[in-house]
């Protein structure tokens, strides 16, 4: 069974910086394209990063603007995003999602399947 716990989440101030952290269960980095979202109060879930594994491909929403990085440690079975420069927008509950399937619309995030989700963790950004 496949299982992602996520972790890091916290209050900051604009500016500052959170690891978010996803330990995964049941499947291996290599079988399955896994990443972040985030769902902020009132709006739809967003892709954040997505790394699709057949293509090895990293793809981040156009509002990270540099400021996030994702990365997987698989003798850990954990992904990380790495978060600096905060901002207010960017407070929302955000999730790791893995998925074994890919559609062909799209790219990175928009092209997860039906993906299995973490339970989220809570990113508050005050300025």
């Known amino acids: 069974e496949v299982q992602l716990v996520e972790s890091g989440g916290g209050l900051v101030q604009a500016g500052d910086s959170l690891r978010l952290s996803c330990a995964a269960s049941?499947?291996?980095?290599?079988?399955?394209?896994i990443g972040w979202f985030r769902q902020a109060p009132g709006k739809e879930r967003e892709g954040v990063s997505c790394?699709?594994?057949?293509?090895?491909?990293?793809d981040y929403g156009d509002f990270v603007k540099g400021r996030f990085t994702i990365s997987v440690d698989p003798a850990k079975n954990t992904v990380y995003l790495q978060m600096n420069d905060l901002k207010p927008e960017d407070t929302a509950i955000y999730f790791c999602?893995?998925?074994?399937?890919?559609?062909?619309?799209?790219?990175?995030?928009?092209?997860?399947?039906?993906?299995?989700w973490g339970q989220g963790t809570q990113v508050a950004v005050s300025t």
């Open positions: 049941g499947f291996t980095f290599d079988d399955y394209h």
């Open positions: 999602a893995a998925t074994g399937i890919l559609t062909h619309n799209g790219r990175g995030c928009a092209r997860f399947h039906a993906p299995t």
């Open positions: 790394i699709t594994r057949r293509d090895d491909r990293t």
